[in-house]
């Protein structure tokens, strides 16, 4: 069994209400932090940690606290990033809906840590029954003394509020999540500035994932040092990895960063191999965005070494022929799976989800989702295939926040691992095998 | 008819638009347009976004340009019983197509469509972060996981005399700290 951090007391009955949390060593990092810390301290020892943005990107979290600026008298906020909705990650849902206060007792540590007096959790608007979830630990973290004014008698105040989206993926790119704080179209901000020096309200604003403000409490309480050890290198720490589609097992798994790609997928403490008996075809290893690999690209590294679940394994190979960490969404396709037709769900969700303000991504994303419609209806064309090619090409860093990258990814790697299933399609659409699905459920 | 919250909801109301920095309440829009959606049959109608933005001292076009923006915001009527049904790949990969189908059979009728004695509404959804649990489908603020037929049709048989547009009304009620 790997090390756990977040899902330590996941099995504790009644772990969701303050008493049990607490009892389990809930805000001892809280106290901790106030009693014993000076704000500089906490920031050196997150970055000691060597923990990484969870939410995709991966950036250390510890540097990007320590670019937050501190002009007088302008107040500054942390928003955590809760609007999780990358296909195939669903780990941030899980926690908060588990143990509500890790997360309630992370905000308030980083937030005295950064300094901060007033901090939102930006939830995505579907995820509304964790609203009265969050809004109950908060209350009881008020009751005890956590949040308020004057927190154990230090001084130091905080202020918890959960703000509600209302449908919108692009809310997750930390600019476009400010403006929809602001009441506004999430439409992402043209950076720099970055949010560290104008973020909400203009003001300096530190906008960290769930599962990043979740393992502050723990880096705190046992020290950066004592954190980077679990893991492997620049992957320090534990990541919830959330497993999807074709498996015996689909659920949320907190991993030790370092064990194997092919341990996960087939033992049994994880997703407990291919459902149905079937042969693996292919995964999506960290949410939508991220490249998919076949399967042995996926279990192998270039050099025949069993590749690993982290952030430098995962991307070992570049684009051509490895894929990243990402969110930690792991879809996996056995062999019945149609490329082609997955990758439509994708280019279809993209298009939805495209603010609309950059050309190449709100063009792009319409097309590629009308040609693979075309293809997949059999009208389609050898040439189609280049020109899905030429599309993406041209949406790729030509836009002004991630999504267009995560947008053209998917379309460049299915392409480039499975051309030869979008060229069938092409040239013999009767013999394609159109899949029943619905046998595969929950047999 | 003259759109208005009752006392209760506009308590709410003001509650959420005193969370902000003073000259910020345009952050209450998102938080109000719910609490409006769930208040007045599940839709946004003109009326009810000149309303809002009344509230908030801005311009309905103001309103309108974000609600029209996000998803979940209906701007034209819905049934009783909205059903979104996710269909993007974790969920396609274990069946969704197949449920969308069921359901459009059932009720007889097609994606975006309500039916005619205004009890249900089917939208078909982007990932709703049950993945793990796919197939699945949201009514009112519910999650419906691990879906076989058997299991949406007795979830749809057991809405039929419920109006599950409230739901989020009851979800939002902010907490006195």
Redesign the interface.
């Given at each position: 069994m790997g090390k756990k951090i977040l899902l330590e007391h996941d099995h504790v009955p009644g772990i969701q209400g303050y008493e049990v949390y607490r009892n389990c060593g809930g805000y001892a990092s809280v106290e901790k932090a106030i009693k014993t810390m000076s704000a500089e301290a906490m920031v050196e020892e997150v970055k000691k940690s060597g923990l990484r943005g969870r939410g995709g990107a991966g950036f250390p979290t510890g540097m990007k606290w320590s670019f937050l600026a501190k002009p007088e008298g302008v107040p500054r906020y942390l928003v955590c990033n809760a609007d999780e909705s990358e296909p195939g990650t669903f780990k941030d849902r899980y926690l908060m809906s588990r143990i509500p206060h890790i997360l309630v007792e992370g905000m308030i540590t980083s937030s005295f840590a950064l300094g901060v007096n007033t901090a939102f959790i930006y939830i995505r608007g579907e995820y509304f029954y964790i609203v009265r979830i969050l809004e109950n630990a908060i209350k009881e973290a008020y009751a005890n003394g956590w949040l308020g004014k004057n927190i154990l008698g230090s001084g130091y105040d905080l202020d918890l509020y959960v703000q509600v989206g209302a449908g919108a993926y692009i809310c997750g790119e930390e600019t476009a999540l400010l403006e929809s704080l602001e009441g506004k179209r999430g439409n992402p901000r043209i950076k720099p500035p970055f949010p560290a020096i104008a973020g909400l309200y203009g003001c300096p604003t530190v906008v960290n994932n769930v599962e990043t403000i979740a393992s502050v409490p723990y880096i705190i309480n046992n020290g950066g040092d004592d954190y980077a050890k679990i893991g492997i290198g620049r992957s320090a720490g534990t990541k919830l990895i959330s497993a999807s589609g074709h498996i015996n097992k689909p659920g949320v798994y907190e991993i030790e960063m370092g064990i194997t790609v092919e341990d996960f997928i087939y033992s049994e403490e994880y997703c407990g191999g291919i459902k149905n008996g079937k042969k693996l075809k292919a995964v999506v290893a960290g949410g939508s965005s991220v490249p998919v690999l076949p399967a042995d690209k996926i279990i192998n590294l270039p050099s025949g070494e069993k590749r690993l679940m982290t952030y430098e394994s995962l991307s070992e190979g570049g684009f051509a022929g490895g894929t990243m960490l990402g969110s930690g969404g792991f879809i996996v396709m056995d062999e019945t799976t149609s490329i082609v037709e997955n990758l439509f769900t994708f280019a279809r969700f993209y298009h939805h989800e495209s603010c609309g303000q950059c050309s190449p991504c709100r063009e792009g994303t319409s097309w590629m989702e009308k040609i693979l419609h075309k293809i997949m209806d059999g009208h389609g064309t050898l040439a189609d295939i280049d020109l899905l090619w030429e599309i993406q090409s041209k949406i790729e860093g030509n836009t002004i926040c991630p999504l267009g990258d995560a947008a053209a990814w998917p379309v460049a790697s299915a392409i480039r691992h499975f051309r030869h299933e979008f060229e069938a399609y092409v040239t013999n659409p009767n013999a394609v095998n159109k899949v029943r699905h619905y046998e595969n459920m929950n047999a | 008819m003259e759109v208005k919250f009752n006392e209760e909801a506009l308590a709410v109301a003001h509650k959420i638009i005193a969370?902000y920095?003073e000259g910020?309440q345009?952050?209450?829009?998102?938080?109000l347009?719910?609490l409006a959606q769930a208040e007045f049959n599940g839709w946004l109608s003109p009326e009810t976004m000149a309303y809002v933005g009344s509230l908030?001292k801005i311009q309905a076009v103001e309103v309108y340009?974000?609600a029209s923006?996000?998803?979940?915001?209906n701007l034209k009527p819905v049934g009783k019983c909205l059903i979104e049904v996710c269909?993007?790949?974790?969920c396609?990969?274990?069946?969704a197509?197949?449920i969308i189908e069921h359901i459009e059979k059932k009720l007889g009728i097609k994606d975006g469509e309500t039916t005619q004695d205004g009890m249900f509404s089917l939208k078909t959804?982007?990932?709703?972060?049950?993945?793990?649990?796919?197939?699945m489908m949201?009514i009112g603020?519910?999650?419906h996981e691990?879906l076989?037929?058997e299991k949406v049709d007795t979830i749809l048989d057991s809405c039929k005399s419920e109006d599950k547009r409230k739901?989020?009304f009851d979800?939002?009620t902010?907490?006195d700290?």
């Amino acid at each position: 069994m790997g090390k756990k951090i977040l899902l330590e007391h996941d099995h504790v009955p009644g772990i969701q209400g303050y008493e049990v949390y607490r009892n389990c060593g809930g805000y001892a990092s809280v106290e901790k932090a106030i009693k014993t810390m000076s704000a500089e301290a906490m920031v050196e020892e997150v970055k000691k940690s060597g923990l990484r943005g969870r939410g995709g990107a991966g950036f250390p979290t510890g540097m990007k606290w320590s670019f937050l600026a501190k002009p007088e008298g302008v107040p500054r906020y942390l928003v955590c990033n809760a609007d999780e909705s990358e296909p195939g990650t669903f780990k941030d849902r899980y926690l908060m809906s588990r143990i509500p206060h890790i997360l309630v007792e992370g905000m308030i540590t980083s937030s005295f840590a950064l300094g901060v007096n007033t901090a939102f959790i930006y939830i995505r608007g579907e995820y509304f029954y964790i609203v009265r979830i969050l809004e109950n630990a908060i209350k009881e973290a008020y009751a005890n003394g956590w949040l308020g004014k004057n927190i154990l008698g230090s001084g130091y105040d905080l202020d918890l509020y959960v703000q509600v989206g209302a449908g919108a993926y692009i809310c997750g790119e930390e600019t476009a999540l400010l403006e929809s704080l602001e009441g506004k179209r999430g439409n992402p901000r043209i950076k720099p500035p970055f949010p560290a020096i104008a973020g909400l309200y203009g003001c300096p604003t530190v906008v960290n994932n769930v599962e990043t403000i979740a393992s502050v409490p723990y880096i705190i309480n046992n020290g950066g040092d004592d954190y980077a050890k679990i893991g492997i290198g620049r992957s320090a720490g534990t990541k919830l990895i959330s497993a999807s589609g074709h498996i015996n097992k689909p659920g949320v798994y907190e991993i030790e960063m370092g064990i194997t790609v092919e341990d996960f997928i087939y033992s049994e403490e994880y997703c407990g191999g291919i459902k149905n008996g079937k042969k693996l075809k292919a995964v999506v290893a960290g949410g939508s965005s991220v490249p998919v690999l076949p399967a042995d690209k996926i279990i192998n590294l270039p050099s025949g070494e069993k590749r690993l679940m982290t952030y430098e394994s995962l991307s070992e190979g570049g684009f051509a022929g490895g894929t990243m960490l990402g969110s930690g969404g792991f879809i996996v396709m056995d062999e019945t799976t149609s490329i082609v037709e997955n990758l439509f769900t994708f280019a279809r969700f993209y298009h939805h989800e495209s603010c609309g303000q950059c050309s190449p991504c709100r063009e792009g994303t319409s097309w590629m989702e009308k040609i693979l419609h075309k293809i997949m209806d059999g009208h389609g064309t050898l040439a189609d295939i280049d020109l899905l090619w030429e599309i993406q090409s041209k949406i790729e860093g030509n836009t002004i926040c991630p999504l267009g990258d995560a947008a053209a990814w998917p379309v460049a790697s299915a392409i480039r691992h499975f051309r030869h299933e979008f060229e069938a399609y092409v040239t013999n659409p009767n013999a394609v095998n159109k899949v029943r699905h619905y046998e595969n459920m929950n047999a | 008819m003259e759109v208005k919250f009752n006392e209760e909801a506009l308590a709410v109301a003001h509650k959420i638009i005193a969370r902000y920095p003073e000259g910020k309440q345009k952050s209450a829009l998102i938080p109000l347009l719910h609490l409006a959606q769930a208040e007045f049959n599940g839709w946004l109608s003109p009326e009810t976004m000149a309303y809002v933005g009344s509230l908030l001292k801005i311009q309905a076009v103001e309103v309108y340009e974000v609600a029209s923006f996000y998803s979940m915001f209906n701007l034209k009527p819905v049934g009783k019983c909205l059903i979104e049904v996710c269909r993007t790949s974790s969920c396609w990969l274990r069946g969704a197509n197949e449920i969308i189908e069921h359901i459009e059979k059932k009720l007889g009728i097609k994606d975006g469509e309500t039916t005619q004695d205004g009890m249900f509404s089917l939208k078909t959804v982007e990932c709703l972060g049950s993945c793990g649990t796919a197939p699945m489908m949201m009514i009112g603020a519910q999650f419906h996981e691990n879906l076989t037929y058997e299991k949406v049709d007795t979830i749809l048989d057991s809405c039929k005399s419920e109006d599950k547009r409230k739901t989020y009304f009851d979800e939002v009620t902010v907490k006195d700290y």
